[in-house]
């Protein structure tokens, strides 16, 4: 039987469509600390916190996969790797966070709280940076470093899960 190869964390991160310079800097953070680590970024592949993000991730040599609303692979953010364009509207909070295996928010609004939550529906682990703390059972805090060193072990977690039930004891890579 032909060993299967291990994935790499794939995170998906969330957060509003404009932002603030401070949260600008915070997202683009967690984007460099993705790709310092190997991870692959998940994000909706606008602007605001899913450009800074997006930006923080290629310019560190990662790669930024946004999941668009509509049907215009022209909307994408320039900092994307590869943009998907779905013609789902916001539908496609739903497909950006079940691509990712654990989801990092960031202040936002409504659509941003329908993804946290979806997360939570889905079981997809999330961590949040100064938001969405409330929400049971999600984790926050308040260092991007942090954020991204925490949801990277819970990515591993869910790798180590999958491959028990699959009886597969290879480890799953994360950087």
């Not at 989801?103 to 961590?127: K, Q």
Request: charged residues 20%; negative net charge; contains cysteine.
């Amino acid at each position: 039987m032909e060993k299967k190869r291990p994935l790499r964390c794939q995170v998906a991160v969330v957060g509003g469509n404009t932002c603030s310079e401070e949260v600008f800097q915070i997202a683009y953070t967690v984007g460099a600390e993705l790709a310092a680590r190997g991870a692959w970024l998940i994000c909706g592949g606008l602007g605001g916190v899913m450009e800074a993000v997006s930006r923080g991730a290629t310019e560190n040599g990662g790669h930024a996969i946004g999941i668009l609303p509509g049907y215009d692979h022209d909307s994408a953010n320039r900092w994307l790797s590869a943009a998907i364009a779905t013609g789902l509207g916001h539908a496609r909070n739903v497909v950006v966070v079940a691509a990712g295996h654990v989801v990092i928010a960031l202040p936002g609004a409504h659509g941003t709280a329908a993804e946290v939550h979806l997360a939570r529906v889905l079981g997809r682990p999330v961590v949040a940076l100064s938001a969405w703390g409330e929400i049971p059972g999600v984790q926050e805090v308040s260092d991007p470093r942090v954020a991204v060193e925490l949801a990277l072990k819970l990515c591993r977690r869910c790798h180590a899960s999958d491959h028990e039930e699959r009886g597969n004891d290879e480890l799953l890579q994360s950087s």
